[in-house]
């Protein structure tokens, strides 16, 4: 398959390393296109339930993608959100076109542009209530798996897909609710800070909408997720645009993955230096991260 070229990419909440991870979708979308700029805003990695017992090839696979369009060119920008918060000592690292981050203001075709994951307007991912939020994330990773031998007994008898996940979320009220405030809160916020767009993640909601106040309007966008939607942001053309993932776009790119993990084709030279370097100016620092890499 040729790649699309696009000019910036935003995807976020891939979940790697959790049974809800459409890791072969991810793949095959990161296969497809050739980006300028590609954003990782948040949750790609998930610390909150990693275990070395499940992370499967093809989710070893999709870090490989990356890096290798970072290798062809691409900047790539991670932008840490709550699950993947144990990145969040090391941000401000850059490494040839890699940055590791917490947030990003960019002008992009002379729009201001803000992008952050937006975990900081949840109060459930915070104190006492992380523990409760992180024991609720197991529970939908078997709401996951249920969905998947579900959806699987419908393609069976030919019927469309459902999402347990996504039925559940439009019928609880507070949820909806829960939803509407954080676009709100996004907007308001950004509309202050004088930005013509900001964009998040963290809701798995993909959405692009206008939000006007009294203060002056802004364009909220989201970029979903990669368990329940499959969907990124995509800027080509002066337009941004919600890209939704379908299964007959690659339908004959019958990936197989090895049991056994791809190599990572890793500088480890340009690592190690840039590693020493910042060792000798802060050590105390950055010991945990040294001694994490000799285990």
């Known amino acids: ?29 990161l296969k497809s296109i050739s980006p300028q700029i590609l954003i990782l805003n948040g949750d790609i990695i998930d610390g909150w339930q990693f275990s070395k017992r499940y992370f499967p090839a093809s989710h070893m696979q ?36 890699f940055q590791l981050t917490d947030k990003v203001v960019m002008e992009i075709n002379g729009k201001m542009t803000w992008i952050f994951h937006g975990d900081v307007f949840d109060a459930t ?20 798996l249920l969905n998947r031998f579900i959806n699987w007994w419908l393609r069976l008898f030919g019927k469309d897909k459902m999402s347990l996940s ?17 676009e709100q809160t996004a907007a308001e916020l950004a509309i202050e800070k004088k930005y013509d767009y900001v964009i998040c993640g963290h809701i798995h909601q993909p959405q692009i909408r206008e939000i006007e106040t009294k203060e002056g309007k802004v364009t909220y966008l989201n970029s979903g997720d ?31 993955f090895d049991k056994k993990l791809p190599q990572l084709e890793v500088v480890k030279n340009d690592i190690d230096m840039y590693i020493n370097t910042l060792s000798l100016n802060n050590p105390a620092a950055f010991a945990p991260f040294i001694q994490n890499l000799n285990k």
């Open 226 to 256: 990669w368990v329940e939607n499959l969907t990124s942001l995509e800027y080509h053309h002066d337009e941004w645009k919600i890209y939704h993932y379908n299964e007959e776009s690659f339908k004959n790119n019958n990936q197989k």
């Open 125 to 144: 991912t915070k104190g006492s209530a992380k523990i409760m939020a992180k024991l609720g994330g197991h529970g939908y990773d078997l709401l996951i």
């Open 1 to 29: 398959m040729e790649r699309r070229s696009v000019e910036v990419v935003v995807v976020s909440d891939l979940h790697l390393g959790t049974y809800g991870c459409h890791a072969k979708e991810i793949i095959n979308y």
């Open 166 to 182: 996504k039925k559940v979320k439009s019928a609880v009220k507070e949820a909806v609710a829960w939803i509407d405030n954080f």
């Open 62 to 97: 999709v870090i490989k993608e990356i890096i290798s369009l970072a290798g062809q060119g691409t900047r790539v920008i991670y932008i840490t959100g709550n699950h993947d918060e144990m990145l969040r000592r090391y941000s401000d690292i850059q490494l040839g076109n």
